[in-house]
């Protein structure tokens, strides 16, 4: 099993759907969990961040966690053209580094496209 | 602001040659990341920097060497590059356990 899981699609949706992305992870003492967006032949650029259960919203952007479950999902409502790119789960397996920093398990990324 | 640079951007080697990607960081964060990107296998930590004068082993550390020059600056050296190293290479860096903050990568071809 891998440490994190996503589905790697392509997921397509229509312009203006809620494209809904998910991933699971094996490591039941993460503690944090991030969500990067990352369009062709460039860099992760960090979305969201969440850190306990629930929803979090950041404009059309919902994150959702479920630690029981192990499970943590990203909503992205009236998704437009420029949201199509792949989205990689990150997941913190540890509170923290001795001397700081976090180890991050990176998911291999669900491929969005969103059709006009 | 410039936040993360990596230097080069793009790089071709022949096997068994050295080189040296450079990383440095302005937003005065403690731990800095390498990380590769290979078609699906996503990002694999190389070797990381918890703070200043550490350097740890990630999940793919072996043909790499780390120096963390200071607290901006952490490269990433390749002995002796063999085809498999062939690879986008992504530096990072984060305050404690905040979001890591990633540069825009080197593209490493290996012939």
């Known amino acids: 099993q891998k440490e994190v899981e996503q589905n790697s699609g392509p997921l397509s949706v229509p312009e203006g759907a809620i494209a809904s992305l998910n991933c699971t992870y094996s490591?039941?003492?993460?503690?944090?969990f991030f969500w990067y967006r990352q369009y062709s032949g460039k860099s992760p650029e960090l979305i969201m961040s969440?850190?306990?259960?629930g929803d979090k919203e950041d404009g059309r952007f919902t994150a959702q966690l479920n630690k029981a479950s192990q499970y943590v999902s990203l909503l992205i409502r009236d998704s437009q053209p420029s949201d199509s790119a792949t989205y990689l789960c990150?997941?913190?397996?540890?509170?923290?580094?001795?001397?700081?920093?976090?180890?991050?398990?990176f998911g291999t990324g669900t491929q969005l496209k969103v059709e006009l | 602001n410039a936040g993360v640079t990596q230097t080069p951007k793009f790089q071709v080697l022949k096997t068994g040659q050295s080189m040296t990607l450079q990383c440095a960081q302005d937003m005065n964060h403690n731990s800095m990341y390498w990380y590769r990107q290979d078609p699906g296998m996503g990002l694999r930590l190389i070797y990381y920097s918890a703070s200043e004068g550490t350097t740890d082993k990630g999940e793919v550390p072996n043909g790499y060497n780390v120096s963390r020059l200071n607290k901006r600056e952490f490269s990433l050296r390749l002995e002796s590059a063999a085809p498999s190293q062939t690879s986008v290479y992504f530096c990072?860096?984060?305050?404690?356990?905040?979001?890591?903050?990633f540069g825009d990568g080197t593209r490493l071809s290996i012939l």
């Open positions: 990072a860096s984060s305050e404690s356990s905040q979001p890591q903050h």
């Open positions: 490591d039941r003492v993460s503690q944090s």
């Open positions: 969440i850190y306990s259960n």
């Open positions: 990150a997941v913190n397996r540890r509170e923290g580094l001795t001397g700081g920093g976090n180890k991050l398990t």
